[in-house]
C-alpha cells in the first residue's frame, strides 16, 4: 500500500485529555486505542478528524512531531464538527486520517538560521508544532523570537506552555500583546503588526507567520519594509484545505492546490495567487 492510499484510511483515535484553553478554544489529546500516535508526521502538516454522523474536517496538528506518545489538536468552536468535539469527553472515539499538506521546511531552508514566529489569535496553533520543533532540535537553529498577540489575554492559546517553557528557553524571546488595555494586564497592548515594527527585527532570520488573513497581510507588509525579502517568508493557509488530496477542489486558487502544493507557502509563492485569495 502507498503512503498516498494510507492517508485515506481512518484509524479509529480515542481522546485521552481535553484541555481548555480559551473561551472558545480546546485543545484534545488523541490516541489509537493501543495508546499509540496514529502516524508520524512533520510540522506544519495536518490531519481529518471525523465523527460518524456529524461529519469531518481538516486540523492543524498542533502537538510536535518530537512527541512519540500522542498528537494533539486545537480547536475553535465555530461549526457543526466544532461543536460536537467540544461537547466531547475523555473516552471519546472518533477517527482520524492523515498527514496531509507540504510541511515547513524545518530541516532544510530554516536550518542554521535565526527564527522569528508571528502568530495571531488561534494561528499560534498551526506554529506550536514547529516551535516545540526547533526547540527540541535548539543545536539546529539560531535565535528565536515569538511574537504572539490576541484579542485580549484569555485569549491567548497555550499560555501556561508560553510561560512555564518557552519564556525560560535559552536564546528564546517571547513578545506578548493583546489588541486592548485591561485590568490585570501588565504587558505590551496593540495589534501584532504593529507590535513587530516596534520591536523592529532585523533581517538575518526566517519569518513565519499565521494569523487572520488581514493580520497576515499587514505583518506581510510591515516587515517588507522592514527590509526583509518574500523568499525570507513563510506562512499556512490549512484553513482552506477540505479533501487534502486535490479531488474535491475546493481549495483550488489559481493554479494552486492549498492541500497539494501547500497549505505551507513562501510569500514569495503567494503573489501568483489572485488578489481575491
Not at 218 to 239: A, H, I, N, R
Request: hydrophobic share 35%; net charge negative; with cysteine.
Amino acid at each position: 500500500m502507498t503512503n498516498y492510499e494510507e492517508t485515506l484510511i481512518p484509524k479509529l483515535g480515542v481522546i485521552t485529555d481535553v484541555r481548555i484553553d480559551t473561551p472558545d478554544i480546546k485543545t484534545f489529546r488523541v490516541v489509537t486505542p493501543e495508546g499509540k500516535k496514529a502516524f508520524d508526521h512533520k510540522p506544519g502538516q495536518c490531519a481529518m478528524l471525523s465523527v460518524p454522523g456529524v461529519g469531518e474536517a481538516m486540523f492543524s496538528i498542533t502537538s510536535s512531531p518530537t512527541n512519540e506518545e500522542y498528537m494533539e489538536f486545537s480547536i475553535k468552536k465555530c461549526g457543526c464538527v466544532t461543536d460536537w468535539l467540544h461537547s466531547a469527553e475523555v473516552g471519546q472515539q472518533i477517527t482520524i486520517r492523515g498527514p496531509y499538506g507540504k510541511p515547513f521546511p524545518v530541516d532544510s531552508e530554516f536550518a542554521g538560521h535565526n527564527m522569528l514566529f508571528i502568530a495571531g489569535g488561534v494561528g499560534l496553533a498551526p506554529l506550536r508544532s514547529v516551535i516545540n520543533y526547533c526547540r527540541h532540535y535548539r543545536h539546529r537553529y539560531g535565535k528565536i523570537d515569538i511574537v504572539y498577540g490576541s484579542r485580549s489575554s484569555a485569549d491567548l492559546l497555550d499560555y501556561k506552555e508560553i510561560i512555564e517553557e518557552w519564556t525560560r528557553d535559552v536564546d528564546v524571546d517571547v513578545h506578548l500583546t493583546v489588541d486592548n488595555a485591561e485590568e490585570g494586564w501588565s504587558g505590551h497592548v496593540g495589534f501584532v503588526p504593529n507590535y513587530v515594527k516596534e520591536l523592529g527585527f532585523d533581517t538575518n532570520r526566517i519569518a513565519v507567520l499565521c494569523g487572520p488573513p488581514i493580520m497576515i497581510k499587514f505583518t506581510l507588509d510591515g516587515l517588507c519594509s522592514m527590509g526583509f525579502e518574500k523568499q525570507q517568508v513563510y506562512t499556512t493557509l490549512e484553513l482552506r484545505m477540505k479533501c487534502g488530496i486535490g479531488k474535491c477542489g475546493r481549495c483550488n486558487v489559481g493554479s494552486k492546490y492549498v492541500c497539494k502544493d501547500g497549505p505551507v507557502f513562501r510569500a514569495d509563492e503567494l503573489e501568483s495567487l489572485p488578489d481575491e485569495y
